[in-house]
């Protein structure tokens, strides 16, 4: 049998080589200045006068009978006025009582029997309280001075710095496309 002659071909293709560099940023933030002074308060300045503490126990040694000799003798002076127009009272209805014998009894020994054992009341000391001393507090105003400090800031704003190199890419013909073709051998004798 008889062999069919065959073309061959051969292809190569082509090929791209790629150089590729990356961009770079850069970022510079320089610190801002920053100054700061400050003035501290000058002068603290209080004044202030004595407060004032007043007790009053006038009252409470007048409930003791110990009090001041004047009050004493004022207190049995106005209780004396009182005892009198008691006494004038009391013979007033004596006097009624006298005046109605018609009605039976004994008004005079019922009399005598009382003012027998009648006792006339002088109280010589005030009435006892636990709120017999008065006490009062004035206190005083206190001024307080002061001069106040002060603080000063200063600052600049540096600005923001960026930088940027730009990425590169290079395109370069790695390998080359080719096309081969060859013929069969071919037997030229007949």
């Known amino acids: 049998m008889a062999s069919i002659p065959r073309i061959q071909i051969f292809q ?3 090929q791209i080589g790629l150089d590729i560099t990356q961009g770079k940023t850069e970022m510079k933030m320089p610190r801002a200045t920053f100054e700061m002074n400050s003035n501290n ?15 009053n126990q ?4 007048d409930a003791m ?9 004022q207190n049995v002076y106005q209780q004396g006025k009182q005892i009198s127009l008691q006494g004038i009272e009391r013979r007033v209805q004596n006097g009624d009582r006298l005046a109605a014998i018609h ?5 005079i ?4 029997k009382q003012q027998a054992f009648a006792e006339v009341p002088v109280y010589t000391t005030g009435p006892a309280s636990r709120l017999n001393v008065d006490v009062q507090v004035n206190p005083t105003k206190t001024e307080i ?10 600052s600049q704003h540096i600005p923001f710095e960026i930088s940027r190199d730009q990425s590169k890419v290079d395109v370069y013909l790695l390998q080359k496309n080719s096309l081969d073709i060859q013929p069969p051998q071919m037997d030229m004798q007949i």
């Open 12 to 14: 190569q293709y082509a």
């Open 41 to 55: 308060p000058k002068t603290l300045v209080t004044s202030s006068g004595k407060a004032e503490l007043r007790i």
């Open 58 to 61: 006038d009252r409470a040694w």
């Open 65 to 73: 009978a110990i009090g001041d000799h004047l009050a004493y003798m």
């Open 103 to 107: 009605l039976g009894g004994n008004p």
């Open 109 to 112: 020994g019922e009399i005598a």
């Open 145 to 154: 001075g002061l001069e106040r400090g002060s603080v000063e800031l200063q």
